[in-house]
């Protein structure tokens, strides 16, 4: 059992000032794998003062500094690998195998970009004279979601540190203790005090307290566009910067001289990987009319490779993080035959022989109009959606008609139909074929994905200000 009912404020755990605690569930089995304690505005009011008082300090410490920093955390992160491996198994159920080489390395992957990105980061320059600098912004908030306890988690972290911006984190309440490791790390390689604060508990209290705090002066959100609207509310009474990146609806554009099979089985990883719970995973695969029966062959043969089930024994789906995701999922796919589309594979209810667990079946709907719900609305879960198109202007249209920009996928041959078609969709981040991930590159959305960049440079910018200094000798 992981019992941690105290809360990580000024170099110290340090006991909640209230009694309230809440139990982690083990989606796998449905069994309490340990507790936390839900903070209160005390325990709050604490962590940013102690953050506070170490922005002076922290925020003038040299550049070299702050890339040692990051290099010694994503090395004793690197130390502690099969415990988070673990532990994101245990709180989210995430098959082993995707533990590791997801979950595990985006998170030693931000740390390492960012020690990288800072080393060749400018903080001043010259222009026309004059002077611009960039300095820490001061005392950043991040709420972090439960879908990947140490990439969004990381990623905010590292370009925090990176840019001398002191934190206040308060992780999910689902998935909390990979983010508890994250703050061992930074306890055993001398993070300064004050510097990094760790405030379990929920978002009425700890979130809304923190997009609402007076001392915070820049909140950081990943999670729901309602929750994301409510942010930017609350910090808009203390006027403070806000970074979200919300839900998605991405496209997956497949083009007419691409390989079916293949196209097929990228289709599907999108809606395996992680059990749908992605923001950015492709969950519209647009395709010709001309294509449309030989690619559902291939889709529903490539579901076969994709095996749900115990996360700990060689599966590739694991369960939905809870029984109120796994309700929501339900609700939708309910909702996709009450609207029409043809269910070609999945459906309701739970696999065969997985009683116990919130496993949902694999879904996939064609025949689908792009004004259905199932269209429109992200699911968070393994169901995907297919849509025909008979021309690439149709493709377009159909893959920006959407609330969302978050991001974008396009799969054939042709150069100039895929830079085309890449260029024209309306996405923060569009991946052309297999192309690799690049962390020192920025991730976010348009529309209502979301405000703001991470990874990389792009991402120490969101805890900068910058500065004008008029007259500034060289």
Not at 107 to 118: D, I, M, R, T, V
Not at 407 to 434: F, H, M, Q
Request: aromatic residues 8%.
């Amino acid at each position: 059992m992981r019992n941690y009912i105290k809360h990580y404020i000024n170099g110290e755990w340090v006991e909640s000032t209230g009694s309230e605690t809440e139990e982690v569930i083990n989606p796998a089995t449905e069994e309490v794998i340990g507790k936390i304690s839900l903070g209160t505005k005390e325990d709050l009011d604490k962590a940013v003062k102690a953050a506070r008082d170490a922005f002076p300090s922290f925020s003038q410490t040299t550049k070299e500094e702050r890339v040692e920093m990051l290099e010694n955390i994503a090395e004793e992160y690197e130390n502690r690998k099969d415990e988070i491996i673990e532990t994101i198994t245990d709180e989210l159920g995430s098959p082993l195998e995707i533990s590791e080489n997801i979950h595990f390395m985006m998170g030693y992957n931000h740390f390492s970009q960012a020690a990288e990105s800072l080393k060749e980061f400018s903080f001043i320059e010259e222009h026309g004279g004059h002077t611009r600098m960039k300095e820490s912004i001061g005392v950043s908030g991040l709420i972090t979601p439960w879908n990947f306890p140490t990439n969004q988690t990381s990623t905010k972290i590292a370009s925090a540190f990176a840019a001398g911006s002191p934190v206040v984190l308060k992780p999910a309440e689902l998935t909390p203790f990979a983010a508890v490791i994250l703050t061992e790390i930074f306890d055993k390689v001398g993070v300064p005090k004050g510097v990094f604060n760790l405030v379990n508990g929920s978002g009425s209290v700890i979130g809304d307290g923190i997009s609402s705090h007076p001392d915070i002066d820049f909140v950081s959100f990943t999670g729901s566009g309602a929750t994301g609207e409510k942010i930017m509310k609350n910090a808009s009474e203390t006027i403070k910067k806000v970074a979200l990146e919300l839900g998605g609806k991405s496209p997956l554009v497949v083009l007419d001289d691409a390989d079916v099979k293949d196209a097929a089985k990228a289709a599907v990883t999108h809606i395996a990987t992680n059990s749908g719970q992605v923001c950015s995973a492709a969950t519209r695969t647009l395709i010709p009319s001309s294509m449309k029966q030989e690619f559902e062959e291939e889709m529903k043969k490539a579901l076969d490779e994709f095996p749900v089930g115990d996360p700990r024994e060689g599966n590739y789906i694991g369960p939905l993080v809870s029984k109120k995701q796994w309700d929501t999922v339900q609700s939708y796919i309910e909702k996709g035959i009450e609207e029409g589309a043809t269910m070609i594979a999945g459906g309701t209810g739970k696999p065969d022989g997985l009683d116990k667990g919130y496993y949902t079946k694999p879904t996939i709907f064609t025949d689908v109009d792009n004004q259905m719900v199932i269209a429109q609305e992200e699911i968070f879960g393994p169901v995907m959606t297919v849509i025909t198109y008979d021309s690439i202007e149709e493709a377009l249209e159909l893959a920006n008609e959407t609330i969302y920009g978050l991001a974008g996928y396009v799969y054939g041959k042709d150069p100039e139909t895929l830079r085309k078609v890449a260029s024209g969709i309306r996405a923060g981040r569009v991946k052309v074929n297999d192309a690799e991930a690049d962390f020192s590159s920025p991730f976010g959305g348009f529309k209502q994905s979301g405000i703001g960049r991470e990874w990389g440079d792009y991402g120490i910018e969101e805890y900068l200000e910058v500065k004008t200094i008029l007259g500034y000798p060289s």
